[in-house]
């Protein structure tokens, strides 16, 4: 048989051109894929892309001490309305509009009114007029809370009338409850984008102390511990899921941990309260212009900063936190360096407490300069006096003379001696702005014969208030010197996840006799000398005046910086603390920063000192409620209300009232019922009015009573045989008698 060729081809054939028409079609296909709806599938890649967006951590929080906080990343948020759509077909989108249109316009009375009612300073009809302009432009981020739907007055007083306000976390929630609002966002449209937000509880209480953050760290502890507080940022990406956009976790987010300061809020209130008052006091009273103050408190035993202000003065003479001059003032301390000399001579047992200097009438020539006491004026001036007195009464030439005899031969010695002290320490505070101390050391170029006496009195010198108070509080705690100590620990949920400890600098700055004899020169100096106005008559108190005239590139000004520095209790250190004023004009240590520094120390004291009386109660003296006798099912079922330990001699599931007295023992209130017969007068003592009544007249007897409150006295007795329709006289007290309790 012959294959036929003729049908087979034509078969073929057919399958080709099917094929060729396939592959046309696909091709067709794809050219108008790629080109007339290159758009559409452009824009569903993009919904379909994966991106990572960045999961911010939550900032850490400032802790005082005590764990109160200082600093706390609080949530704001700002509201908005998505009025149009982002469904792409044009049927679909205008469907879904005029369904939530409807939703919308139906419940328009209620939102604005709502509105109304969470913001006061929101107006109905500007409400209303402001949601239809956004319906109208189908804007997709129609801010809610701007001027134009404030009242008139709160308008006027808005600067910027087109920023969105921010709200609270109550006033959103309270706006998720609205008609409509309520809804899903996909369907009202109402979103809101969350701010965090910087909070300070206390408000500007250690305001360069805690810092300040707003985008981002600036100053302060929010700076030096930004590190510890920002955390680790996350990614997340958000899918589709059921037509809803869901966000997936890819890597979580790191909170970031809590800082506890040493910071104690409350000494910190009483030192910035204190010297506010006193700057603006000198502002008003004192010739010359007051410019600012510091107050330094620390604690001896520890080294830790219980307090630091800095306050500046404003162009509208109030003060203010504005620059960290605790840790960064670098003026010469004058007076209150004098006891560092004479330490540095003590250890080097050069000098005791029976050296002497004769100072003569207060002025004498030092090298072709004159060396002047503060009462050189005068004429006077102190004579022959030995190394207390000289401290006591801050003899600039007693100090100078001294520490020139001892040291002008080998000057670096007497340097090196301070720094053996610690005074020259670098501190390394954690704040911005800290200065460590600046003490030159003798070199041929930059030393002159003049030098070491000038600086012995606190001149030529560079050290800031953070390290002259660290001084004291070494040698308060004996010559014992910390660091001082500003961050205690890192937290997180709570728990310590590391600690700080306190670091000693010197286990001891000197001698131990050296420690004493300066020591008793504090003293004397507050006792009997310029510094009297900073003790107490409470306790006793050290420490040391200083008036330092401030000099600047042009030479001397007219400005001073006056100080007080010490410790207190004299006897059992608890802290030391600084204060420093600067001011024109009159100038005194003693008489403007001494009273600051005594009302501080009373107060710090004081509040040491506040009475705990949770221990004053004992076993025996537990206190208890008074109960009265009557129905003791009631008195026992308030007992149990508040939790109040008693004990239930009866059933306390009779189906009568249960009458009796109660009765006080060691921890506890016993209730047990009347043991009386029928035929008997009840003992009504102890009851009140209303039970009292009840109980007599449920056994036939008419009842009389004299005064108000529980019966302390029936005239018939009880327990005699009952007569239905006697009269019973009662007589009632609002002092009643007790019984003695059971012991």
Known sequence: MEFPKDKIKGRYTFIKWVFVALGLAILCKALYTMTVKSAYWEEVAKQRERVNLELKP???????????????????????????????????AAKDLKNRDSLFLKDLDSICIGMAEIFPDMDTA??????????????????????????????????????????????????????????????SGFYV?????????????????????????????????DSFLAGKSGSYHTQKLMKHLVRVVDVPAEDGYDVMTTIDVDIQDICERVLREQLEYLVETSNGQTQEGVVVVLETATGDIKAMTSLSRNPDNSFSENQPLAVGNMYEPGSVFKPMSFLVAMDDGRMNLKSSVDVGNGVRTMYRRFMRDHNWRRGTGYGLITAPEIIKYSSNIGVSVIIDEAYKDDPARFVDGLYRLGVAEDLKIPLDHYHKPYIRRPTKENWSKTALPWMSIGYETQVPPISTVNFYAGVANNGKMFRPRLIKALLRDGQIVKEFPNEVLREQMARPEAIKMIQHCLY???????????????????????????????????????????????????????????????????????????????????????????????????????????????????????????????????????????????????????????????????YGLRDALYRLESAGLHVQTKGVGVVVKQSKKAGTTLHPGDTITLTLSSKPKTKKSKQ
Not at 87 to 92: C, H
Not at 562 to 568: E, H, K, N, P, V
Not at 653 to 668: K, L, N, Q
């Open 58 to 92: 939550r900032r850490g929080n400032l802790l005082a001490s005590n764990g109160e906080v200082l600093a706390a990343s609080i949530p704001e948020y700002l509201m908005y309305m998505d009025f149009g759509t982002w469904e792409k077909d044009s049927a679909r």
């Open 193 to 225: 984008d969350t701010i965090p937000v910087r909070k300070n509880p206390y408000g500007a209480l250690a305001r360069r102390t805690v810092g300040r953050f707003d985008s981002c760290a600036r100053y302060g502890l929010e700076l030096s511990c």
């Open 126 to 187: 500007n409400i209303r007029a402001h949601l239809l302009k956004g319906q109208q432009r189908r804007s997709h981020s129609w801010p809610l809370y701007t001027a134009a739907v404030l009242k008139p007055e709160a308008a006027k007083k808005r600067r910027n009338k087109k920023r969105n306000q921010r709200v609270t976390y109550v006033q959103y929630k309270d706006m998720k409850s609205l008609p409509f609002l309520c809804k899903p966002t996909g369907i």
């Open 524 to 686: 004397e100096v507050v006792h009997t000398g310029l510094g009297r106005r900073a003790g107490s008559k409470m306790f006793d108190v050290s420490g040391k005046t200083g008036t330092a005239q401030i000099w600047t590139r042009a030479g001397k000004s007219q400005e001073y910086l006056i100080s007080f520095a010490g410790y207190f209790p004299s006897q059992k250190p608890r802290y030391a603390c600084i204060v420093c004023i600067r001011k024109s004009g009159t100038a005194s240590g003693g008489g403007m920063c001494g009273p600051v520094f005594s009302k501080i120390a009373e107060s710090i004291m004081a509040k040491a000192h506040q009475s705990d009386f949770s221990g004053a109660c004992d076993t025996v003296n537990t206190h208890l409620p008074q109960v009265k006798a009557g129905d003791i099912e009631a008195g026992r079922q308030v007992l149990k209300q508040f939790g109040i330990t008693h004990q239930a001699h009866f059933n306390e599931y009779a189906a009568e009232a249960v009458w009796g007295a109660p009765d006080s023992v060691v921890h506890t209130i016993s209730l047990s019922p009347a043991d009386e017969h029928q035929d008997s007068i009840p003992d009504v003592t102890g």
